[in-house]
């Protein structure tokens, strides 16, 4: 049975830094990996999707890395700023159309 | 373009009562999930549609029927609400294996 873990559970940064989230996962026949962001009491935002192929993705100050024959992905988080404060959220999917397999997050606090 | 919609946004139900989530979605996309979110517990699916006309039990149903309506439409049913069911409820969606987009939750108290 596939399961997700993400350490840390929290981590507390000054602004400016740069600062990498981890996910790691038991089963490395994934199809994809998506990173989201939650805010409290909000709705998933979906930040990055890495197909099973691929070895990156990047979308401004987020670049995501995928390692799948040692099962782990990394969030990395440039120049880090208050309104990154949010939970992290990874998830893997096994195969395409099926459901996402979710870790329990990591909540970042950024201090100004 | 609404993307994801959930109805309604809040719920407080009593121990017995029935009620039914409504998702819908505007993205033509053929797969749609339910999951529910518990503190300490994360996010775990409850039912998914990989296509219009059927339907799966993911990793908690119980308690829960779901009905796909058309290809926009995918509804979540109590039928007789329970305390261990409250818990905040989304809706997501899929199409072609990429990313799954979620709705914005349903919180929903049963007391």
């Known amino acids: 049975k596939q399961e997700v873990t993400q350490i840390p559970a929290a981590l507390s940064v000054p602004e400016g830094e740069n600062l990498v989230l981890n996910c790691s996962f038991t089963?490395?026949?994934?199809?994809?990996l998506q990173w989201f962001r939650q805010d409290p009491g909000k709705g998933l935002t979906s930040l990055l999707l890495?197909?099973?192929?691929?070895r990156e993705q990047t979308s401004g100050r987020l670049n995501a890395s995928l390692d799948k024959s040692s099962g782990r992905s990394t969030l990395y988080i440039a120049a880090s700023q208050p309104g990154d404060s949010a939970t992290y959220l990874c998830?893997?999917?096994?195969?395409?159309?099926?459901?996402?397999?979710f870790g329990k997050g990591t909540t970042l606090s950024v201090s100004s | 373009n609404a993307g994801v919609t959930q109805t309604p946004k809040f719920q407080v139900l009593k121990t017995g009562q029935s009620m039914t989530l409504q998702c819908a979605q505007d993205?033509?996309?053929?797969?749609m999930y339910w999951y529910r979110q518990d503190p300490g517990m994360g996010l775990r699916l409850i039912y998914y549609?990989?296509?219009?006309?059927?339907?799966d039990k993911g990793e908690v149903p119980n308690g829960y029927n779901v009905s796909r309506l058309n290809k926009r439409e995918f509804s979540l049913r109590l039928e007789s609400a329970a305390p261990s069911q409250t818990s905040v409820y989304f809706c997501?969606?899929?199409?072609?294996?990429?990313?799954?987009?979620f709705g914005p939750g349903t919180r929903l108290t049963v007391t």
């Open positions: 997501a969606t899929s199409g072609g294996g990429r990313e799954q987009y």
């Open positions: 089963d490395s026949a994934i199809y994809n």
């Open positions: 890495i197909q099973s192929s691929q």
């Open positions: 998830a893997v999917s096994n195969q395409a159309g099926t459901a996402l397999i």
């Open positions: 993205m033509n996309h053929n797969s």
């Open positions: 549609s990989a296509s219009e006309g059927t339907t």
